[in-house]
């Protein structure tokens, strides 16, 4: 389109501005999503392949038991009992491990058991003897009914299979500085 100019008669043309942000803005955007996906993987292989991140081991070092209630109850025995475990807590990482307290449940053949009590406790990185004092509480049972089951499968009594089940749940410490949770199901 040509106009004139008002002083000196002279024509002009009139052109649209371009916009600052629709080529140049486009250009930019791309760089900085490729740079942000390139340091998000960075950091995820410098954990895998720097950190190498391994389970920790817990072994048992002691059992005791605490208390039990035996008694015969119309000819039958039936018991409960408390026992306090003593494990030793094994981190080969190079971070910290921050687990909350839980409760863990014993199931026998389909049928609740007891409990067991995990207190809330730090495993260091590179630490090799930290204790955790556990305690489980067994329900009433009836035991000759028990040993009647395992005889007439013909197995002894050590080798009742017992299993572990709920959930851990595990935060990563490193320089005071803490990682987003991690739950694990524990079914053993």
């Not at 935060?171 to 053993?188: E, G």
Request: glycine share 6%; aromatic share 10%; hydrophobic share 45%.
């Amino acid at each position: 389109m040509m106009r004139l100019d008002k002083q000196g008669g002279q024509p002009f043309e009139i052109t649209e501005a371009e916009s600052p942000t629709s080529s140049s803005g486009r250009s930019y955007c791309f760089p900085l999503l490729f740079l942000s996906l390139a340091l998000i993987a960075a950091a995820v292989l410098i954990i895998i392949f720097v950190l190498k991140p391994k389970k920790p081991s817990f072994h048992l070092h002691a059992i005791q038991l605490d208390s039990s209630d035996a008694a015969f109850s119309k000819g039958v025995n039936v018991s409960s009992a408390i026992a306090s475990l003593l494990l030793v807590a094994h981190n080969p990482n190079k971070l910290g491990i921050r687990y909350s307290s839980t409760e863990l449940g014993l199931v026998y053949d389909s049928s609740n058991m007891g409990l067991i009590k995990v207190p809330g406790f730090f495993q260091p990185p590179h630490s090799t003897n930290v204790t955790i004092l556990v305690h489980v509480f067994f329900k009433t049972i009836n035991l000759g009914e028990l040993l009647t089951e395992k005889s007439m499968q013909g197995s002894s009594i050590g080798d009742l299979e017992i299993r572990i089940f709920g959930g851990i749940q595990a935060q990563l410490h490193a320089f005071n500085f803490r990682f987003p949770k991690i739950k694990d199901q524990c079914k053993a």
